[in-house]
């Protein structure tokens, strides 16, 4: 079964930093992409961040130079440090996993969430 749990969110002053992890079972992590998505109340899911199975790593324009991601295949986790937060970042982070297996079937799976606030 495959489980991938984050933690880190809270409660930070815009300007403050935060720090997320996800630690992923039951899926051969150094193979996967990991992502992190964010969802804020009444709009669509938004990739945030994500890193290649290669270590290639891709931002969106938003967080570009304040968000940094990083994967520790050894603990299986992988982690998005968010620095100069704004109010607008304020949304639940997901956690993604993507594998893509030898036949070209692509398997996708989330995590529950963590709900990060960003105050004015």
């Known amino acids: 079964q495959v489980q991938l749990v984050e933690s880190g969110g809270g409660l930070v002053q815009a300007g403050g930093s935060l720090g997320l992890s996800c630690v992923a079972s039951g899926i051969t992590f150094s193979i996967s992409d990991m992502g992190w998505y964010r969802q804020a109340p009444g709009k669509q899911r938004e990739l945030v961040a994500a890193?290649?199975?290669?270590?290639?790593?891709n931002y969106a324009d938003s967080v570009k130079g304040r968000f940094t991601i990083s994967r520790d295949n050894a603990r299986s986790t992988v982690y998005l440090q968010m620095n100069i937060l704004r109010p607008e970042d304020t949304a639940v982070y997901y956690c993604?996993?993507?594998?893509?297996?030898?036949?070209?079937?692509?398997?996708?799976?989330w995590g529950q969430g963590t709900q990060v606030t960003v105050s004015s």
């Open positions: 890193v290649s199975s290669g270590g290639s790593t």
């Open positions: 993604n996993a993507v594998l893509r297996s030898g036949l070209g079937h692509i398997f996708n799976y």
